[in-house]
């Protein structure tokens, strides 16, 4: 039975932790529950936004309108051999929590993503990444659903256009969509470690660790990121608050002559990616609070809510720090967070 409520606060449905409200706000368990919710005339009057663990976003106002809240739960195996298995996991799983059922079971392909927040199906709008990998190495498909008309398709990987923090669920498929399922193919043995990510290999051999096996690398990996960045639940935060910026290889030589220790990766179509927590601290950044809004002292890349700070307070910081970097660097930062 589908209850809507109104007016109600989502301060503890996102990260944040920012105190704002919903018009209206309804939970959904179940596939079944969201297709009576979009065949009413209620949801297609008002304005509407799914949110799983809010993990992701920025509320600077009200929002004027219906926040669906992603409850959908279950992971079901499609297929398996001695090699491989392949899970269907429903899109309001908390990402974690399938990290941790999958490493207990020495599947891997996901142990380089744990501790990263937020839901399954909020994984592939920005197809998360950390340590050298990212989500899109193990998706087979994506289920959505047509908003408008409750009709469930299946996109291919291929489909869903994948590149770095992007997908086709941030372009034509931003909007009128709901992602029901992901389906995921994780190795049973000759797992693919990676260790390229030079902090995973200065952490690994710092713990004595010389094997190498999804729940090390898991164990590894919640090391660096619970030295590194701040725990959601002690200080609101919805980690990288931009995407690195890619330049053009111009521009990067330029950087380097003045600053030859620059921090850079390769990256796509030519071009060279910064880390945006190196121009931060660069600019002086780091470390700094304007009342309740700060960049985080161990992460310049993650703006932190000290307590009571409004999503206002945190995008005019945002915009103070792209400006410092606009002027330094001449780089222009994009936010990874959606801002609404
Ligand atoms: N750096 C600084 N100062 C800082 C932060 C970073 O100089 O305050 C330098 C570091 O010294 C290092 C480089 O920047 O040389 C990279 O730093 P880090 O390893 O912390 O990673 P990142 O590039 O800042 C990205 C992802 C993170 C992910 C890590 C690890 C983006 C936007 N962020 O951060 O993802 O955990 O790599 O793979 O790509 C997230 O998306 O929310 C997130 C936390």
Redesign the pocket.
Known sequence: MLSIEKGVSLKPYTTFGIDCTAKYFCAITSVSDLQELISTEFFNNEKHLILGRGSNVLFTQDFDGLVIHNSIKGIETVSENDEKIVLKISSGELWHEVVMHCVKNNWGGIENLSLIPGTMGAAPIQNI???GVEVKNVIDRVEIIDLSTSVIRSLSNEECRFGY?ESVFKHELKKNIFISSVTLTLTKKNHQINTS?G?LTTTLHQMNVFEFTPQTISDAVIKIRTE??PDHQKMGNA??F???PEIAEKLFHQLQLQYPEI?HYPSANQQVKI????L??RCGW?GKRIGDAGVHAH???VLVNYGNASGEEIFSLSKKISAAVQEKFSITLTP?VNIF
């Open positions: 990444g950390a340590y923090r990510y902090a590194k960045l980690g990288s931009f995407k690195n921090p880390p945006a927590g190196w931060i601290e780091k992460q310049a890349l990874e």
